[in-house]
């Protein structure tokens, strides 16, 4: 899949064919629509059929994206139900690895993820996701996924937070550290994928340290409430005029070389 280098991208996940047209209205925002289901996890999976509800609904040159799930450790029932997002219509596959103890599992599951995915979809994207707040569920050290995606065979990292209770992305993994997570990310070719109720007060952090792809959903929600709030497009179109400033200061702040 082609990348667009040195530009962050904004993921918003609906968990609607409903809430999937609020982000069709506010689709020159964002770049990526993300198909989950809150009430199954913080990576929970939806339906097939609303998968390709929502890709019917986005405009075509907005890629979908869509979780697999917070899953086990369960290579085969995992690789399956990669696949079948796929056949639905998502083009970005997010695995979280919920139920992964060590980094050889979470490869043991990511390899099937990525071959079920690209026999299917060669130019497919695949995004292996841990958890910030992992010594909470007993799941893979959040610093090892950048490697795990590697073996694996994957296309990104990603750090999100599995419960969610108020606390957030920073709160678990601070910025530096985030840092550091990038770093051994792009290091080995990987892109960088940040969320875990990311707010607009995060986005110089995220900037500065060079991320990728920045999920949000309470963010944009009505109430800033992920469960019970329901996406806005003018709070879209807000979040993504306060990216491209901390982007334009960013750069400006950059020296040039010469």
């Not at 409903?18 to 209205?25: G, I, P, R, S, T």
């Not at 913080?42 to 339906?47: E, P, Q, T, V």
């Not at 085969?76 to 083009?91: D, I, P, R």
């Not at 678990?172 to 840092?179: Q, T, Y």
């Amino acid at each position: 899949m082609r990348w667009k280098e040195s530009t962050l991208l904004l993921l918003i996940s609906p968990d609607s064919v409903e809430e999937a047209l609020d982000c069709a209205k506010a689709a020159e925002h964002l770049d990526i629509v993300d198909v989950k289901k809150p009430d199954e996890g913080s990576l929970g999976a939806n339906f097939p059929w609303v998968i390709r509800q929502i890709r019917d609904t986005v405009p075509a040159d907005k890629p979908v994206s869509a979780t697999v799930g917070d899953v086990p450790y369960k290579p085969g029932t995992v690789a399956q139900a990669a696949l079948g997002a796929t056949v639905s219509g998502a083009t970005y596959i997010k695995v979280g690895l919920y139920g992964c103890t060590t980094p050889e599992q979470a490869i043991d599951v990511m390899r099937g993820v990525v071959r079920a995915v690209k026999d299917h979809q060669p130019d497919a994207f695949v995004v292996a996701s841990g958890y910030a707040d992992a010594h909470r569920i007993g799941c893979v050290n959040p610093l090892a996924l950048p490697d795990i995606a590697r073996r694996s065979g994957c296309d990104a990292a990603m750090l999100d937070t599995a419960i969610k209770d108020g606390t957030r992305l920073f709160d678990h993994v601070p910025p530096d550290l985030c840092a550091e997570f990038v770093r051994q990310a792009h290091d080995v070719g990987l892109r960088a994928a940040l969320a875990g109720s990311v707010k607009a007060a995060d986005l110089a952090a995220l900037t500065r340290i060079g991320t990728d792809i920045v999920g949000v959903r309470g963010a944009v929600c009505e109430g800033g409430d992920r469960a019970a709030g329901r996406i806005q497009p003018q709070l879209v179109a807000a979040f993504r005029a306060e990216m491209d400033r901390h982007a334009r200061e960013h750069t400006a702040s950059v020296p040039t070389a010469g």
